[in-house]
């Protein structure tokens, strides 16, 4: 993905948000790792947490926890909740994923995260944004984005929002989200 992009018009009333703050922060060393898989949509995630070194498993959460992410015999592992439906496991494992960017710290000292636990363990509500944030630009890279709106003429239609949505693997509330109405 391209941090040097602003925000690209894609028609007259939208445009794709720039990459946020928090991919653009990430060291040279980590982006040069995940940016070859943020050319193609869907981005495989499961390839990203790969070459990062976490161990990913769908499993039977609490109802309420779409995922999790702690150390298990020093490595870290991210649990996903096999219950959800798979764009909503997606952008969970890039959330995930981006608390693992982010935050590998912090998750260290707790010792394990999964949102309840983050929200009851006194973690600011920033930390929570932050993963949000990269996580989406992890699941609709906004260079992969530009380019696909670039096929579509005319206004930001819910045809056009599902269609996207699709091709990312992603819900239509998260595309709606990237999608920056102006």
């Known amino acids: 993905m391209d941090g040097n992009v602003s925000n690209m018009a894609a028609a007259n009333d939208w445009e794709v948000k720039s990459p946020s703050r928090e991919y653009l922060n990430l060291s040279p060393e980590v982006r040069a790792d995940i940016d070859e898989y943020l050319s193609t949509h869907p981005v495989k995630l499961g390839a990203i947490a790969k ?64 949102e309840n636990v983050l929200l009851r363990s006194g973690q600011p509500a920033n930390v929570e944004y932050q993963a949000n944030r990269l996580a989406s630009d992890l699941v609709i890279p906004s260079a992969q984005l530009a380019e696909a709106t670039a096929e579509y003429s005319g206004p930001m239609t819910s045809e056009v929002i599902e269609d996207l949505a699709r091709r990312f693997g992603v819900s239509t509330a998260a595309m709606e989200i990237k999608l920056q109405m102006v």
């Open 51 to 114: 070459r990062l070194g976490v161990k990913v498993l769908l499993s039977t959460l609490p109802r309420g926890t779409s995922g999790q992410i702690g150390q298990e015999d020093g490595d870290f592992v991210i649990r996903i909740n096999r219950h959800e439906a798979k764009h909503r496991q997606r952008f969970t494992l890039a959330h995930e994923l981006a608390h693992y960017l982010l935050h590998r710290d912090l998750i260290v000292a707790e010792g394990s995260w999964s």
